[in-house]
C-alpha cells in the first residue's frame, strides 16, 4: 500500500489539531484545560461507544491483525469501527475552538484537515460512512457540552442588577 500526504494527513489530523488548538486557546487557560480534558474524555467516549457497539471495521482482518501485532497486551484495543475515533476528536476540536474563538480563519484550517481526516477514514476502509457520521455528531455533542459548561463556570453566578436610572418608584 503505497503512502500519501492525504493518508498521513488524515492519519494524524486529530492529533494536529488538538496541538493547533491548544495553540489556538492559550491565552483562555480555562477553555485550554477544559479543550484538554474533553479531548481525554473524548477518546474515552469513543472506546466506550466501540466497545457497546461493536459495530466491525469494512476491513477487519487486515486492521486486526496490524492492530494485534502493535499491541498485543491490549485485548480489543480498535476492533470496533462504530463510531470513528479520528472523526470524532477532529470534530470535537473543530467544534469547541471554533466556539470559543470564532475565528472563521481557524474554522477553515480545522474544517479542511477534519474533512480530509473523515476522507481518508473512508477512502482507507478503515471505517463506514455510517461510522464516520456518527463520529461527527458524538464529536459535536461532547464539543458543545464542555463547551457550554466552560461558558457556565467562566459566567458564575449572575446576579440582577438595578438599572443606573432606576429611582425607586417601583
Known sequence: M???FIYYLGEWGPCILIFV???ALYKTPTYLGLFA???VLNLLI??????ILKHPRPNEKEHLINLEQRY???LNFGRYGMPSGHTQSAIFSTAFVFMVTRNVRLLVLFS???MITMYQRVKENFHTINQVIIGVAV???VALFFFLYTRKTLQGKVKAKLDD???GLI
Not at 46 to 51: A, F, Q, S, T, V
Request: aromatic share 18%; glycine share 14%.
Open 2 to 4: 503505497k503512502y500519501n
Open 37 to 39: 480534558a474533553g479531548s
Open 165 to 167: 436610572n432606576y429611582f
Open 112 to 114: 479542511s484537515i477534519t
Open 46 to 51: 469513543n472506546y466506550i461507544l466501540k466497545g
Open 72 to 74: 498485543k497486551e491490549i
Open 139 to 141: 464529536g459535536y455533542l
Open 21 to 23: 488548538g491548544m495553540l
